[in-house]
């Protein structure tokens, strides 16, 4: 016991109050610099804290503006695609129109080839390039001309409705994106920190290398936007020249009409005349013929009557000339008797050359009867063809176009 007392380290008074001392002023250094680091924290905190608000303060009104100029451009977008789309219908009603005209330029085109080719089954001298072939050759032009500018112009309705599709097509893909980025933005603007939903990511805090800067962002849809007003504007334009076009062809086609049968109405009036002259000359011919024949008839029976008077004349002359010796006297009897034999030879030759004349005549007037009959029926046929085919076929013009 003694030795372990002996052994016991001993400190002085002093050193105890020293030791003490040194461990209440390491304690206050640590203390005040644990209050210093306190407060440092605190204000840390609280400088984090109000910088963490306002930088998410400033984020949610940057999401705001976002959320808004994206409302902004889909709006836009959204409108511009009903105005194109209002477009292609107005575009495509045009275009409706256009083949709706060029359909109903084949009947007049058939009526009017159809003319020609009836009227090649005129016969002889009616055969003629008249003013009615002329004005009909000219309708199938002016048809076929029309017919030609009508599919032209839907050839170019056609490619600009392509086009209208085609950037509509670009306008609903934009519209597409842009709801998909609206409906992210509104709901990381909806986001708070008390959300289920978060979670910590890694590698996002990153600017994605294949992003667009907002200047190029608003160009894409502001260039969607200008590239489909420049179509709508050229659709407009175009429904505008096709409406001047579907005038223009109308009046053209009609004007021609009317022109042709202008020309059918002079043709047929000029053909009938010439049909009912030919038949007033054709009966004065037959009158004719058949006073000729009374007259040929007429002229035989004077040159069958001087049979009789020369057979007596003659027959006198044979007795005369079997008288005797002296009695064969050149008395005026003798005389008279072979001057009456000379006169009605005479006669009768006279009368047989006027029968020829006569009967010569008679052929040129059978010849001219036939010629007229000809010609009458030539007449006919081409009156028939005109009136009775061409114009009662082109009487359907004006039916169907009313």
């Known amino acids: 016991m003694a030795q372990i007392m002996q052994s016991a380290l001993r400190y002085h008074p002093g050193e105890w109050k020293h ?3 040194v461990h209440y002023n390491s304690a206050e250094r640590e203390r005040a610099n644990a209050e210093r680091l306190r407060a440092e ?3 840390m905190c609280k400088a984090v804290d109000a ?3 306002h930088t998410r303060s400033d984020v949610e009104n940057k999401f705001s503006a976002r959320v808004r100029d994206i409302a902004f451009w889909k709006e836009e977008l959204q409108r511009k695609i009903e105005e194109n789309s209002a477009e292609t219908d ?8 256009l083949e709706e005209a060029l359909r109903s330029t084949n009947f007049p085109h058939e009526v009017a080839t159809s003319c020609l080719s009836y009227r090649e089954g005129r016969m002889g001298i009616d055969l003629v390039h008249d003013d009615v072939e002329i004005q009909l050759r000219k309708e199938v032009e002016v048809i076929e001309g029309v017919q030609g500018m009508l599919q032209g112009s839907i050839d170019q309705c056609v490619e600009q409705i392509r086009l209208l599709k085609s950037v509509n097509y670009q306008l609903k893909k934009d519209l597409k994106d842009k709801f998909g980025a609206l409906n992210l933005d509104s709901t990381c603007l909806q986001l708070n920190t008390t959300s289920e939903q978060l979670q910590y990511h890694k590698d996002v805090a990153v600017i994605p290398p294949n992003s667009y800067t907002p200047e190029q962002w608003e160009e894409y849809s502001n260039a969607n936007i200008l590239k489909s007003e420049q179509h709508q504007n050229a659709s407009a334009t175009l429904r505008g020249v096709v409406a001047g076009i579907l005038d223009q062809a109308a009046q053209d086609i009609l004007l021609q009409r009317q022109t042709v049968d202008r020309a059918f109405e002079k043709r047929i ?3 009938q005349r010439a049909h009912d002259s030919l038949i007033s000359h054709l009966e ?3 009158q004719e013929i058949s006073e000729m024949e009374r007259n040929i008839e007429s002229l035989k029976a004077a040159i069958e009557d001087k049979i009789g008077p020369m057979k007596l004349a003659q027959t006198r002359l044979d007795i005369r000339s079997r008288r005797p010796r002296q009695e ?4 005026p009897v003798q005389y008279k008797l072979v001057g009456e034999v000379a006169q009605i030879s005479d006669n009768v030759q006279q009368m047989q050359a006027l029968l020829a004349v006569n009967e010569n005549s008679l052929k040129g007037l059978l010849r001219n009867q036939l010629a007229l009959e000809e010609d009458i029926n030539v007449k006919a046929n081409s009156l028939f063809i005109d009136v009775q085919q061409c114009t009662k076929l082109r009487d359907q013009l004006s039916s169907s176009s009313n």
Request: charged share 40%; net charge positive.
């Open 51 to 53: 910088q963490t608000n």
């Open 90 to 97: 107005l575009l495509c009603e045009a275009k409706a129109r």
């Open 269 to 271: 009036e000029e053909m």
């Open 328 to 331: 064969l006297v050149r008395d």
């Open 41 to 43: 924290t605190e204000r």
């Open 19 to 21: 030791s003490n001392q």
């Open 284 to 286: 004065k011919v037959k």
